[in-house]
């Protein structure tokens, strides 16, 4: 299974990025022009399911979000996890949220929305729970 297309709205400088992925890929930019920055997206989002498995939190199936602690996360591409928002800043609003979406060869695809939370935590909503649980396996990442 690999993946076959990445969206990245308001992470980091990120406004909005999508693109096409297969075989190797080259990020090729000046300094500051957001290469690591989509690296980062995407490191984050699967260690961030990885996160949710560990620490027992993926949404029930009646609820569509869950919130974790930084301190549960296993990477944050910066000190301060609510700086990761567009701007620099984290939201509770939804439409200032970060949206990471991948889609893969099979055709199956996983959103994921990620705001601030209450009492410092992270807000998540992932769609495609099952399949991001099958992603995020812990036997077979």
């Not at 995407?42 to 949404?59: D, E, G, M, R």
């Not at 567009?86 to 609003?93: A, K, N, P, Q, V």
Request: aromatic content about 10%; glycine content about 8%; cysteine-free.
């Amino acid at each position: 299974m690999k993946i076959k297309n990445i969206k990245i709205q308001r992470f980091k400088r990120l406004e909005a990025v999508d693109f096409d992925v297969d075989g190797v890929n080259i990020l090729v930019g000046g300094n500051n022009s957001g290469k690591s920055t989509i690296i980062q997206a995407v490191h984050f989002a699967f260690t961030l399911f990885t996160s949710l498995t560990i620490a027992n939190k993926w949404p029930a199936k009646e609820k569509k979000s869950t919130t974790i602690s930084p301190t549960e996360l296993i990477y944050i591409p910066s000190e301060d996890p609510y700086s990761l928002g567009f701007g620099g800043r984290l939201f509770e609003d939804e439409d200032k949220a970060i949206v990471l979406e991948f889609t893969f060869n099979n055709g199956e695809k996983i959103g994921l929305s990620i705001r601030k939370g209450r009492i410092n935590n992270i807000l998540v909503e992932p769609d495609n729970i099952e399949f991001a649980k099958e992603v995020s396996s812990l036997d077979a990442p």
